[in-house]
């Protein structure tokens, strides 16, 4: 009888183990795709998202003016995304300096704040300057642009450049 069960027990520890591998790869993979969905969409979107889908649904040279007046708002925001690079250098210092100085990095936080809020302001002015100029069918269908975009986001090596050739002119001479 002893016999019977020291043969069974080898049988009950493999199962155990299998069961155990089992249970951990589906917490473990569970955990995995959870990050691999990322946030929930929202609707709104980035600054980009907005100029590409307001560029989706305006044609001719209500696009062509458009695309001028952001580029200008871009433009006059050069002070700004320079204090806002000056203010991500200077964190970075901070982050690294010794000894750790938590106040001081506390301020570079509120710096970077401040200038990104600062770079952002014009070109949010501009946006909403532009959008007012859609018709209520054409901001819906910028709405559903960048909705759709947020729900399938592209992976980098499919994102346009920044800047890509325009349509409107013709390409620049070959030497």
Known sequence: MTETKASRL????????IVNALLIGL?????????????PPHPG????????????????????AMRQALRA???RSRGERRELRQARRDLSQLLGAEPYDREAVLAGFARLRTA???????LHDELAIQ?????????R?????????????????????????RRDRPPPPQD
């Open 45 to 64: 979107g980035s600054e980009m998202e907005i100029a590409r889908g307001m560029e989706s649904v305006v044609e001719g040279e209500d696009r062509a």
């Open 10 to 17: 080898p049988i009950w520890l493999v199962v155990s183990l």
């Open 116 to 122: 990104d809020s600062n770079m952002k302001a014009g």
């Open 141 to 165: 269908a910028m709405l559903r642009f960048v909705e759709n975009s947020a729900r399938h986001p592209r992976r980098p090596d499919q994102r346009r450049p920044m800047r890509r050739q």
């Open 131 to 139: 959008l007012e100029k859609l018709s209520a069918e054409q901001r």
């Open 27 to 39: 917490i473990i993979g569970g955990g995995l795709g959870k990050r691999r969905d990322g946030p």
């Open 73 to 75: 708002a871009f433009e």
